[in-house]
C-alpha cells in the first residue's frame, strides 16, 4: 500500500506539472530538443535566437535528449511532453522513499510527501534540469547502497552509469562520485565506490570528448570557463541560503520539532506562526515592503519577504543543528556496545547472520536491517549535508530555489531520522503529518503563484495576436528571442526575428515584450516603427514568484508582470 502512495504522489506531482505552462527556461531546453530530434548526433550544430552558438549556452544534453523523444512519440504538445517525465519524477519519488526507509524507517510515506510537495520541489519541475538531475543522483545513490547490501558489483557499476547520466543533464550532480566514496567508506565497500565513481566520470569525460572532438571544445569546460567567479563573490550567495531554504521548506520546523518530542501545543503554536509570516507577505502593501532602504543603486537592503524568510531560514539551520547534536549525542550513547551492521556479502561468521533476512527485490531499497542507533548512518548524512552545501556555493552562478533541492532532501532526512526514533519511543507520528500538512499547503500555493508568473505571458501572446487581427486580418507579427511569450506567440502565429533570417516588411506587426516593471528601452526595438497599441497583464496575487532567479523565492509585486508595445512597421528594409 505503501507503494501505491508513492506512485499516487509521483502521478499528482506530473499532472499539476503538466496543466502548468512553461517556464522561461523551458523554452530554451525546447529549442535543443527540436534540434536534437531532427540531429541526434549534432545535439549543439544550430544557433539559438538571436545569434549565439548552442555551446556557448549552458545547456547540458541528458534532459534536451529525453525531451527530443519525447518530441518524436508525442509530436508538438507540450502538455505530453511534462507527462514523459512521469519516470523520472517516479524514480525521484522512490528514491525518496528508500532513502527514508534506510535512515527514518516508519515515515517513508510523509518524508516523502513533505519534499515532493513542498514549495521547493512542487514548482521546480517544468521542464528544467533539476528535478531530472536530482533524480537520477538518488536513484545512483539508492543503487550503489543496494550493491554494497547485497554485495554485488553489479549493482554499484549500474549506480555509476546513472549517475553518469546525472551528471550530463546538469552539473550539480558532480556530487555523486564523492557521496559514492562517502558511502563506500560507511559501508566498508571502498573498492565498489571507486568503481562506481569511475564508471561515472568515464561516462562523463567520453561524452565531453566527443563533444570537443565534433565543436572544438568541450561543453563542459566552455561553461565552466564563462562561469568562473572569486571566491569572496561566493559569500554573497550566505544570505540566499537561509532565506530559500527557510522559504521553500518552512515544514521542515515542525519536523524538527516533531523529532525532538514538543508538544501538540509547541507544534501547533509554531504552525501558526509560519503560517502568519507567510501571510504578511500578501498583507503588506507594497509602498511598505522595503524595511532597509539601498545604497546609490536603488535596491533595497531588506524587504519584507527576505526578513520573514530569513526568520524562517534561521529557525531551520538553528534546529538542523540541534537534531545533528542530538543524534550524534542518542548514536554515541545507544550505539557504544552494538556492532556495525553486517553486509551480506562480508565473508566470515557475520555472513550468515546477514543472510538470514532476504534481501527486497526492488534494487533501490535497502536490504540492511536498521538498528535502532547507527552512528554511521548519522554521520553519513551530516557529510553528505555538508557536501551539498559546498557544491551550493561552488557551482551557482546566482541565487535561486532550486539551487537549494539538495539540501532540502539531506536535511528532511536528517530531521526524519530524528522523529523516527521519536515516534518509536512515543508511538505517535501525527506531528510529522502536521508539518506535511503545512508543507504542502504553502507548496500548493507558491505553486499557483508561480504557474500565474508564466500564465500572464501566454495570456499576454494571446491578447497580443488578437489585438493585432482585430485591426489588420491578415496581419504578420514578428517578435524577438526565446522566451515564455515568444513561445506560445510562435504557436498562434508569430514570426521569430533571426539574425540572418527574413525582414519584416512595411505594414508589419513587432510586438516588444517588457517583464516584471522593466523600464521601456524602444531603442532595442529591432524594427523601424511606429508603436500603435499597448497591453498590460497583471497577477491576481500581490506577490510575485522569483524561482528561477532571486534570493526569495517570492517578492511583492510592483508594477504590471507583462506589457507589450505592439509597433507597426514603416520601413520595408528596416535593421537592428
Known amino acids: 500500500m ?9 502521478a499528482a506531482m506530473t499532472v499539476l506539472n503538466a496543466i502548468k505552462p512553461l517556464a522561461v527556461d523551458d523554452t530554451v531546453y525546447v529549442e535543443y ?34 525531451l527530443a523523444g519525447s518530441m518524436r512519440l508525442v509530436g508538438e504538445r ?20 528508500s532513502l527514508s526507509h534506510r535512515f527514518a524507517r516508519g515515515l517513508e510515506t510523509p518524508l516523502t510527501a513533505l519534499v515532493l ?19 537520477l543522483t538518488l536513484g545512483a545513490l539508492c543503487l550503489f547502497l543496494s550493491g554494497c547490501d547485497r554485495g554485488s558489483c553489479a549493482l554499484a557499476l549500474l ?28 559501508q566498508r565497500r571502498v573498492g565498489f565506490a571507486i568503481a562506481a565513481a569511475v564508471i561515472a566520470c568515464g561516462m562523463f569525460a567520453g561524452w565531453e570528448m566527443y563533444l570537443a572532438s565534433r565543436y572544438g571544445e568541450s561543453h563542459f569546460l566552455l561553461a565552466l570557463r564563462g562561469r568562473r567567479a572569486p571566491v569572496l563573490e561566493k559569500l554573497r550567495l550566505v544570505t540566499p541560503l537561509i532565506g530559500l531554504l527557510g522559504g521553500t521548506m518552512p515544514g521542515m520546523i515542525l519536523l524538527a520539532l516533531a523529532g525532538m518530542g514538543a508538544s501538540w501545543r509547541m507544534m501547533i503554536v509554531a504552525a501558526l506562526a509560519i503560517m502568519a509570516g507567510a501571510a504578511s507577505l500578501f498583507l503588506c502593501p507594497p509602498d511598505q515592503a522595503v524595511l532597509i532602504a539601498g545604497n546609490q543603486t536603488g535596491r533595497p537592503l531588506l524587504t519584507m519577504p527576505a526578513f520573514v524568510f530569513g526568520l524562517l531560514g534561521l529557525a531551520v539551520f538553528a534546529l538542523m543543528g540541534a537534531v545533528t547534536r542530538r543524534l550524534l549525542t542518542s548514536d554515541a550513547r545507544n550505539n557504544t556496545h552494538l556492532p556495525s551492521p553486517p553486509h551480506s556479502g562480508e565473508r566470515g561468521r557475520g555472513a550468515g547472520a546477514a543472510r538470514a533476512e532476504p534481501p527486497d527485490a526492488n534494487p533501490l531499497i535497502s536490504s540492511t536491517k536498521e538498528l535502532a542507533h547507527d552512528s554511521h548512518a548519522t554521520l553519513f548524512l551530516v ?37 523516527a526514533q521519536t515516534a518509536r519511543i512515543t508511538g505517535r507520528s501525527g506531528p510529522v503529518w502536521l508539518a506535511v500538512g503545512l508543507n504542502a499547503t504553502l507548496g500548493l ?17 494571446v491578447g497580443t495576436v488578437q489585438t493585432a487581427h482585430k485591426h489588420d486580418v491578415n496581419a504578420t507579427i514578428w517578435c524577438e528571442g526565446v522566451g515564455v511569450f515568444e513561445f506560445y506567440g510562435r504557436r498562434l ?52 514568484s522569483q524561482y528561477q532567479v532571486g534570493s526569495a523565492p517570492l517578492e511583492l509585486r510592483s508594477g504590471p508582470l507583462v506589457e507589450v508595445k505592439l509597433y507597426q512597421c514603416v520601413d520595408q528594409n528596416s535593421k537592428r
Open 78 to 97: 507540450p502538455v505530453l511532453w511534462k507527462l514523459c517525465l512521469f519516470p523520472l519524477v517516479l524514480l525521484l519519488a522512490v528514491s525518496l522513499a
Open 159 to 186: 549506480a555509476g552509469c546513472v549517475a553518469g547520466l546525472a551528471m550530463q543533464t546538469k552539473y550539480t550532480a558532480f556530487v555523486a562520485p564523492a557521496l559514492f566514496l562517502l558511502a563506500g567508506l560507511w
Open 2 to 10: 505503501r507503494y501505491c502512495w508513492i506512485v499516487a504522489m509521483a
Open 33 to 66: 530538443a527540436r534540434h536534437i530530434a531532427q540531429h541526434p548526433l549534432d545535439p549543439y550544430g544550430f544557433k539559438l535566437a538571436g545569434g549565439p552558438g548552442a555551446n556557448g549556452i549552458l545547456a547540458p544534453a541528458g534532459l534536451p535528449y529525453w
Open 493 to 544: 502565429g508569430m514570426k521569430r526575428l533571426e539574425p540572418e533570417g527574413p525582414r519584416p516588411k512595411a505594414g508589419d506587426w513587432f510586438a516588444y515584450v517588457n517583464r516584471r516593471g522593466g523600464r521601456e528601452n524602444p531603442a532595442a526595438v529591432p524594427v523601424a516603427g511606429v508603436g500603435r497599441f499597448r497591453l498590460r497583464v497583471d497577477s491576481r496575487w500581490p506577490v510575485v
Open 117 to 135: 510537495f513542498s514549495a521547493a520541489f512542487l514548482p521546480a519541475v517544468n521542464l528544467m534540469l533539476d528535478i531530472p538531475a536530482l533524480a
Open 383 to 419: 557529510a553528505w549535508l555538508l557536501l551539498e552545501i559546498a557544491a551550493y556555493f561552488a557551482l551557482s552562478p546566482y541565487p535561486a530555489a532550486r539551487r537549494v533541492l539538495g539540501v532540502a532532501v539531506i536535511a528532511t532526512l536528517l530531521a526524519g531520522r530524528l522523529a
Open 445 to 461: 500555493v507558491y505553486f499557483a503563484i508561480d504557474s500565474e508568473f508564466y500564465e500572464t505571458e501566454r495570456a499576454a501572446a
